[in-house]
């Protein structure tokens, strides 16, 4: 089952597609069962999508509760994907991040460490980058990210402003995928949209899982002229994870 926004399609001659996926994982932890680790229901949710590109967030790598192993690469290794993880903290005795997931090569990666106000003790946070080659030749830059998830705003903003700044000045097309923590029609959303055109507008809701009643993982891309949306769907799969997976198809 998924929830659906399907926009008017404005071309006529599509020549490639591509499938994106943005899913946070919960440490591959399904939400009903608080000590089990169940990467293959992740992997199984990633494969179904047929997404070219994933962008992860909540991943452990050999930490106390997941055990050993960078949990992007084993998915990676199981769906034949290319791999970037980013690590946000040091976490038991191991590193808790995000992670770029990609089909077609990775050119290079980059992460950068997102700004908080110290007094707000906020948890570190990242925002990964890589330059994915596209088969038609185009390069592209995909990112993933998971902004802070204080109530108030405060760390959010910066971080927003943050990525606004790093990715203003790149020539090349950029999409940015993740847990904003934030609502459409929130300073922090607001912000992500004077630069980025999101690939939904009414955007179907991915928390909490049962019963879902807000949009905070988006994908959005910049510039509005090289990506077409083809649709853009929440998967309805409610054993996995505490989030439901967004998953967005281009045509260009």
């Not at 902004?147 to 940015?176: A, Y």
């Not at 949209?193 to 993982?217: E, H, Y």
């Not at 510039?223 to 853009?232: G, L, S």
Request: glycine fraction near 4%; charged fraction near 20%; proline fraction near 7%.
């Amino acid at each position: 089952m998924f929830s659906q926004e399907r926009l008017p399609a404005t071309f006529e001659n599509p020549s490639s597609e591509l499938k994106v996926l943005s899913y946070n994982i919960h440490h591959a932890n399904p939400p009903k069962h608080k000590d089990r680790i169940d990467v293959s229901a992740i992997i199984q949710v990633i494969k179904d999508s047929d997404a070219d590109l994933v962008a992860l967030q909540e991943i452990d790598s050999n930490t106390d509760r997941s055990g050993l192993g960078n949990q992007a690469q084993q998915i990676g290794d199981a769906l034949g994907m290319q791999v970037f993880f980013a690590k946000a903290i040091d976490f038991q005795n191991g590193a808790y991040g995000v992670a770029i997931l990609s089909r077609f090569p990775i050119l290079e990666s980059k992460v950068y460490k997102l700004p908080s106000k110290p007094e707000t003790q906020g948890e570190p946070r990242v925002l990964a980058m890589s330059l994915i080659q596209l088969p038609d030749a185009h390069s592209i830059w995909f990112a993933s990210t998971h902004l802070d998830s204080q109530k108030e705003d405060t760390n959010r903003i910066l971080q927003i402003e943050e990525l606004l700044n790093i990715t203003n000045h790149i020539n090349l097309p950029v999409l940015v995928a993740g847990d904003f923590n934030a609502v459409a029609n929130s300073p922090v959303i607001d912000s992500l949209d004077s630069l980025f055109t999101r690939t939904c507008t009414s955007c179907p809701p991915t928390i909490p899982v049962q019963n879902p009643t807000k949009a905070i993982d988006f994908i959005a891309f910049k510039p509005k002229t090289f990506f077409k949306i083809k649709n853009h769907v929440v998967i309805d799969e409610k054993y996995a994870s505490d989030h439901l997976p967004v998953l967005a198809t281009f045509q260009w």
